[in-house]
């Protein structure tokens, strides 16, 4: 079975709702408590700026996996600051595609201005905090109590990763 890792098309829009809508129901890696629609998805893919790719860990021709960067704040000084998100299908977790699709967006940063990225990640979430710090993030706090999801209050820690932008290098 081979993975590849693209950039999404609207047809992907399906896979990548139901990936999320089961870790809106089922976890803490996010706090959104409202399942997605195949249409808000689809919206979703249609309004994305160049600085907000989304990306697709594909096996078998089936979607796996998806990951993507947000804006941060629509503050206008914070636009080369994202924040990224990544998911797994829940038959799919533990093969390294989480790590293959972080290390794209990364890859993919300094193409589309990205200086800083940011991620927030449930303190209970010990393997994607130990795959971030793996691919070079730095935690720059904990946010204690800011989040309630499954009837319990939430820590979540921050993260960030400075991109080598080529004006810097």
């Not at 609207?10 to 706090?31: G, K, L, Q, R, W």
């Not at 409202?34 to 989304?54: F, S």
């Not at 860990?57 to 000084?77: I, L, Q, T, Y």
């Amino acid at each position: 079975m081979s993975v590849t890792v693209r950039a999404a098309v609207p047809a992907d829009a399906a896979a990548i709702a139901s990936i999320y809508n089961h870790a809106v129901e089922h976890t803490t890696a996010t706090f959104d408590t409202q399942r997605k629609t195949v249409e808000d998805r689809t919206a979703w893919l249609a309004g994305r700026a160049r600085q907000h790719p989304v990306i697709v860990a594909e096996e078998d021709g089936a979607v796996v996996g998806w990951g993507a960067f947000s804006p941060w704040s629509d503050r206008c000084s914070y636009a080369s600051t994202v924040e990224m998100s990544v998911y797994i299908d829940p038959e799919h977790v533990r093969r390294g595609l989480g790590g293959a699709l972080s290390r794209e967006l990364l890859r993919l940063a300094p193409e589309v201005g990205v200086h800083n990225i940011l991620s927030r990640i449930c303190s209970e979430n010990a393997a994607s905090l130990a795959m971030a710090t793996r691919l070079g993030f730095d935690t720059i706090g904990t946010m204690h109590e800011v989040g309630r999801k499954f009837d319990r209050w939430l820590d979540v820690v921050m993260l960030e990763y400075i991109v080598a932008l080529p004006d810097r290098v």
